[in-house]
């Protein structure tokens, strides 16, 4: 017997930020969200009926349609779409499209049910695990990827066989809070999800924070495109994610936090599910995490396919069960985040990297980098390359490095026409601008920047403008629709990137797009309409040509 | 004053200006009529940041910041205006102008209706550019009488949105979708009056291009003669919501909310905001009526009928005793009229049974 709505209702009332819970559970049970069970969840949980709605269609994987959460979805990424995504998808009795959903190593992965499956070359799908990222070349040290090709590592003994949990036992019985945060300070350790705040100042800002109780939250919805070094993570060394926000909760005083999981990684939600329960028993985390009389507490949740949630304050509003409108800030998360107490929102590879920094030691990390650069950077790779796939690179290593050397160059017989940076937030960098390092000033002085580290290659074959089209639409889609310069400005650029849209003569086009351009950058109110310009802007830097070809023939 | 003499100062635009804890920039530059535009502000409800327009250059930050949500802090120098400010709101309100079917609608529409025609001219938004797809989809299927639901002119502020949920308390209407597939929505999408609606009207007055359009009203918008308001108190309940009263020539032709009012700052409920075609109806009562010896109503002088409602009360009275009688007083009275109304049935009548309509 499945269970009813109320027995669904009383175990959410029971948890922390229990409204995303409760629709994922009444979406499985009943293959869709009906109108009867919505009814019955805002009543159940108080919450009105039009704003739970609302909320509802925010969110791309919600079916309100019987048979929905049964039904394929294939993604057509940029990548995927290189690779015959469209043609797939027509193929596909009942298929509808989703966006980018972080394996672009493998494409092109299809959604049906609970499952992911992958078609590989066109052909037959089947189920396949995470590709392990390719072995570093001799003589590189890695931090987070050091120990995941090991045997078992995804097991809690496997992960106790390459030291795990000895950090945290570590900073439990011998570290205080603040020289846990110090270690963290010296590593140089910043945000590795794109922002690229210092680790350790966000932990002591919390800390200090007025207010007793404190959250941590992992930000592990990996929405942006090219993006899937998180995934790797999580599947293969989900032990190191977990002691790393364990980690986080001692040094900032948080007894609770959330791991916020992107719907398009079911299989991971399993592999996350297993290794906090296999803690949970063994006492590492509870009511009495490790023997130390402290509560850590981890609470698994997933979203629901929605790009914006990755961006923190969206983030914290989705957990809460509130239209994901970004927040506006000031306040910051640190002093007002998850249901207004002092939280750190850290992405995945920040937290997998703090057990090993513990371990090791703050000197060791910052040597990791080249030069000045401080440690690590994982690189998911993807598109016209030889062998794509996760690269975990010393800061300060040079792109052309990664491409030819570590990654195996262009296919045979071509040249790379240009990459993408930020997954696509920073826009393209082509001709001499592929001339960097890895290492956000490098990529900043290009105009661009390194972000949470995606980089898409695009060989001489392909149609610049296409890809920029490609781009733009995956923007136009995730904008939220809070403020007008994205809402618009999004939608007014694909527009004229695809066919027959916007003014006909060259010097009109270039008018609006820079105005466009301009205005969203400045003025939209969070990172995802002040980034999906640098595609344009790129675009109009690099591939002056193909735009003017491109308008002479659409215009 | 100077930042010397008060540390709770910031500069605006070179001068040097006071604040209150708490004080937002976009407050202080409306105190100090600096005429920084928006289109999402109602300032009864929560700063929402959506519109971009109210962006001020502040000394030191990167990029232009929302003034709606920025707060101030000492010493903060700020810029409302400059030709770069002016450009950005000027690109906006051409994006703004290219989501839309058309930008004129008629004053009748409602209180804020005007605000966006208005900064479409005075920042010579009115373009073309930016051409393309429009965004809202409008609801003639929706066929209540008071509330247009034309959302071919929305522009997503969610003010009708916030108010509903901030100052009715409602929630009747939310946010579908995302992005420029954006939707005003209810529950499931269905009409307001299968919603939670109470038709209070908030939502059509705070609308700043006419999207949701007061029908009413409306059904005035072409008669010649030019709109006249006229403030007043609501002639329902003892509330003394303030009102102004539309009309074009001698005939009422619609209500609107006193934003400044002081029992109810702009609230209304739909019987002061809807029902006022009692005014000119041809069934409305302009004398008192008694019943003639046949049983008929026919008109009558005041006198003539309180006299009679005096004889049938005595003789009810005599017949059946005092406790016979019961009286029902209007919730429309003010608490004078109703403490009087008390004081006639226990001194005059001599009977306890005394209620309002509120209650009864």
Not at chain 1, 143 to 165: E, M, Q
Not at chain 1, 172 to 184: A, D, F, K
Not at chain 2, 224 to 253: F, Q
Request: hydrophobic share 35%; net charge negative.
């Amino acid at each position: 017997m499945p269970p009813t709505n109320d027995e669904l209702i009383a175990r959410a009332r029971t948890e922390p930020a229990p409204l995303l819970p409760l629709l994922h559970r009444l979406h499985e049970r009943d293959g869709y969200l009906s109108e009867e069970a919505l009814r019955a969840v805002a009543k159940g949980l108080r919450i009105p009926i039009a704003d739970l709605f609302g909320t509802v269609t925010f969110y791309h994987h919600f079916s309100r349609q019987e048979g929905g959460h049964a039904a394929p979805r294939v993604c057509t990424g940029p990548v995927c779409s290189l690779h015959g995504a469209h043609a797939l998808l027509e193929g596909l009795d009942g298929a509808t499209p989703m966006p980018c959903s972080g394996r672009c190593d493998e494409p092109i992965p299809v959604l049906r049910g609970n499952k992911t499956f992958v078609s590989v070359d066109g052909g037959a799908l089947e189920q396949r695990s995470t590709p392990l990222p390719p072995p570093a070349p001799d003589g590189v040290a890695e931090c987070v990827f050091k120990h995941i090709r090991d045997p078992d590592r995804k097991t809690l003994s496997g992960y106790r066989a390459g030291g795990g949990y000895q950090a945290l036992a570590r900073a439990l019985e011998s570290l205080t809070p603040e020289s846990l945060i110090e270690i963290v300070d010296e590593s140089g350790l910043t945000g590795r999800g794109g922002a690229g705040f210092p680790t350790g100042r966000k932990w002591r800002a919390v800390r200090d924070a007025d207010g007793e109780r404190k959250t941590v939250v992992c930000n592990a919805d990996e929405g942006e495109p090219g993006c899937f070094k998180d995934r790797a993570l999580m599947d293969h060394d989900p032990h190191a994610v977990l002691e790393g926000m364990a980690l986080a909760c001692v040094a900032t005083g948080a007894e609770h936090a959330f791991l916020y999981l992107r719907y398009e990684y079911p299989e991971t939600e399993h592999l996350l599910k297993t290794a906090i329960a296999e803690a949970e028993s063994a006492g590492i985390l509870g009511a009495d995490a490790s023997g130390s009389r402290k509560a850590i507490h981890i609470h698994l949740r997933r979203g629901a396919g929605a790009y914006i949630c990755g961006e923190e304050t969206s983030l914290l509003n989705s957990l809460e069960g509130k239209h994901p409108f970004p927040r506006d800030r000031p306040p910051y998360p640190v002093t007002h985040g998850y249901e207004g107490t002092p939280t750190a929102v850290n992405n995945v590879e920040t937290l997998a990297s703090i057990p090993p920094i513990v371990r090791n030691g703050a000197d060791w990390y910052r040597a990791l980098g080249l030069g000045e650069h401080a440690g690590t950077k994982v690189i998911s790779l993807s598109g016209d390359i030889a062998r794509p796939g996760n690269y975990e690179v010393p800061l300060g290593l040079p792109l052309s490095t990664l491409l030819n050397e570590w990654a195996g160059g262009p296919r045979s017989g071509r040249s790379i026409q240009a990459v993408t940076m930020a997954g696509l937030s920073g826009g393209f960098l082509a001709d001499d601008d592929l001339d960097v390092t890895l290492d956000e000033p490098s990529i900043r002085a290009k105009g661009s920047f390194l972000g949470a580290g995606g980089i898409m290659v695009f060989d001489d074959t392909r149609d610049m403008v296409e890809v920029a089209h490609m781009a733009m639409e995956f923007f136009a889609e995730e904008s939220c629709g809070k403020c007008f310069p994205c809402r618009i400005g999004t939608q007014r650029l694909t527009e004229r990137l695809s066919t027959g849209g916007g003014p006909a003569t060259l010097e009109a086009w270039l008018d609006e797009v820079n105005d466009l351009n301009r205005t969203m950058k400045e003025t939209s109110a969070c990172g995802l309409g002040q980034a999906a310009p640098l595609i344009t802007e790129s675009l109009l830097r690099y591939f002056p040509d193909g735009v003017a070809s491109h308008v002479a023939r659409t215009g | 004053m100077t930042s010397d003499s008060n540390p709770r100062t910031i500069v605006l635009d070179g001068e040097t200006v006071a604040f209150e804890r708490g004080e937002t920039l976009f407050e202080i530059a409306q105190r100090h009529r600096r005429d920084v535009p928006s289109l999402c502000y109602d300032d009864r409800l929560d700063p929402f940041g959506g519109c971009r327009l109210c962006i001020v250059q502040l000394e030191g930050a990167r990029k232009p910041v929302a003034s709606c949500t920025t707060k101030a802090e000492p010493g903060m120098r700020v810029t409302t205006h400059n030709a770069t400010l002016d450009m950005h709101r000027r690109v906006i309100l051409e994006m703004v102008a290219s989501e839309n079917r058309d930008v004129d609608v008629d004053e009748l529409s409602g209180y804020a209706s005007q605000e966006m025609s208005t900064l479409l001219d005075r920042y010579d938004a009115r373009s073309g550019r930016f051409d393309g797809a429009h965004s809202g989809t409008s609801r003639p299927d929706d066929g209540n009488p008071f509330i247009l639901r034309d959302y071919d002119n929305c522009i997503s502020c969610y003010r009708c949105v916030r108010v509903c949920a901030e100052q009715e308390g409602d929630y009747a209407i939310s946010v579908m979708n995302r992005g420029f597939d954006t939707q005003i929505t209810t529950e499931f999408g269905g009409f307001l009056e299968d919603s939670s609606c109470t038709f209070c009207g908030q939502c059509v007055q705070t609308c700043p291009t006419g999207a949701l359009g007061d029908i009413k009203a409306l059904r005035a918008k072409d008669v010649p003669e030019p709109v006249e308001k006229t403030r007043s108190v609501c002639p329902y309940c003892g509330v003394g919501c303030a009102v102004d009263i539309l009309s074009k020539g001698d005939k009422v032709v619609g209500i609107q909310p006193a934003m400044d009012g002081p029992a109810n700052e702009g609230a209304l409920c739909v019987k002061g905001q809807f029902a006022f075609d009692f005014v000119h109806h041809p069934d409305r009562l302009k004398t008192p009526f008694v019943r003639n010896d046949h049983g008929q109503l026919v008109p009558a002088s005041w006198d003539e009928a309180l006299d009679k409602a005096a004889a049938g009360l005595l003789e009810a009275v005599n017949e059946h005793g005092r406790h016979s009688l019961y009286a029902v007083a209007s919730g429309r009275a003010p608490n004078e009229a109703g403490y009087l109304m008390q004081k006639f049935v226990r001194a005059g009548l001599g009977t306890s049974y005394i209620d309002n309509c509120s209650r009864a």
